[in-house]
């Protein structure tokens, strides 16, 4: 059906064999060196751009156990980069499938089938099990990082994801990372790297990296190349997102406020945009919580509660966009209250 080649790693992401082993995706399950893992037995596949975490379902006795790694019930693998989006597509495609059909003979058998529903991902074709969340406009993909339409129409930008490194929604790219430079003992640097993350991110290392890399002709090579990356290919509608972002990270929402209230003539209620206005305001609360000389919380509050606003507003486009319910679950412990009315759905 689909073969690849791919190595084992390790727990520290070292691969366990020089040379490349064999795997194929067929109709009864993933062969991995000969062993074949059914797709019933796993419970999630995990990507980060070429790496693949296969985790097993709990309890699930399979033939690949002895590629288990130490006190995870899982393994990894890496793949080609540019296989590896497809790869999981497959993947996820076909225990999602099963995933959901357990769901609906479960509330079946407990008399609750008028709650089930799912959906399918126009990306990445995964089944999206729905039940019990409200009817929304939007539908997020948590296995490909999609947000599409009711009517299965894709909405969302390529590369537009949450970033892995600041978990704010912005395109994420793969970018270098040169530090070359030589100012004494105590202010040196020898490295290259790329790094896949958020442009905001990129332009937030950017700035100091830029002036030390600059008299050191690699380094401000490199930096121009960064540059140009993130700066060219920009969809309109989202041209302050990568400046919005950076600044709500930084705890000034204040002059991120203009910015993501431009976009929204735009984009509307775009579930992400709305995602990083909330995140933004509560990072900025954050912040405040954790200074040092900080002495109440009268100035934190205000920028809680519309964190919450905007966040609420995410999901009430969105019922399931994960990242946002995230930061309720991660943050429950500050005093705020949900209002009612922002969760009346007017799109069902």
Not at 38 to 62: C, D, H, P
Request: glycine share 4%.
């Amino acid at each position: 059906m689909f073969d690849f080649d791919f190595r084992f790693l390790d727990a520290k992401n070292k691969p366990t064999s020089f040379f490349d082993k064999q795997g194929s995706i067929e109709e009864e399950g993933i062969y991995f060196d000969g062993e074949m893992l059914a797709f019933s037995e796993i419970q999630e596949v995990v990507r980060y751009r070429n790496r693949l975490s296969i985790i097993i379902k709990a309890g699930a006795r399979t033939a690949v156990d002895e590629f288990l790694l130490p006190h995870f019930n899982g393994f990894m693998i890496r793949v080609e980069e540019e296989e590896a989006f497809d790869i999981k597509s497959m993947i996820d495609r076909r225990y999602t499938e099963l995933q959901v059909e357990e769901r609906k003979k479960e509330l079946k058998a407990q008399d609750e089938l008028h709650n089930f529903r799912k959906s399918e991902c126009p990306t990445c074709r995964s089944s999206i099990d729905l039940s019990y969340v409200r009817p929304t406009r939007y539908i997020f993909c948590r296995y490909c990082d999609t947000i599409f339409n009711k009517h299965g129409n894709y909405t969302d930008l390529n590369d537009y994801k949450i970033c892995p490194v600041c978990n704010y929604y912005n395109r994420v790219q793969v970018t270098p990372k040169v530090e070359l430079y030589f100012y004494g003992k105590e202010d040196k640097a020898s490295v290259f790297e790329s790094t896949f993350q958020c442009d905001s991110c990129t332009e937030r290392e950017l700035r100091p990296r830029f002036w030390k890399n600059l008299p050191f002709v690699v380094g401000a090579i490199a930096d121009f190349i960064a540059k140009n990356k993130i700066e060219t290919d920009i969809d309109s509608s989202y041209a302050e997102l990568t400046k919005a972002n950076r600044l709500g990270y930084l705890g000034r929402v204040d002059e991120a406020k203009p910015l993501y209230e431009s976009m929204f003539l735009y984009v509307k209620d775009q579930p992400g945009v709305l995602y990083d206005f909330g995140k933004a305001y509560l990072d900025s609360a954050l912040l405040l919580l954790e200074d040092e000389e900080f002495t109440g919380d009268e100035a934190a509050l205000p920028y809680i509660k519309e964190a919450v606003h905007w966040l609420s507003r995410c999901l009430k486009m969105c019922a399931n966009y994960e990242p946002a319910i995230k930061l309720f679950e991660d943050n429950e412990e500050l005093e705020y209250e949900i209002e009612d009315d922002e969760y009346e759905d007017e799109y069902e």
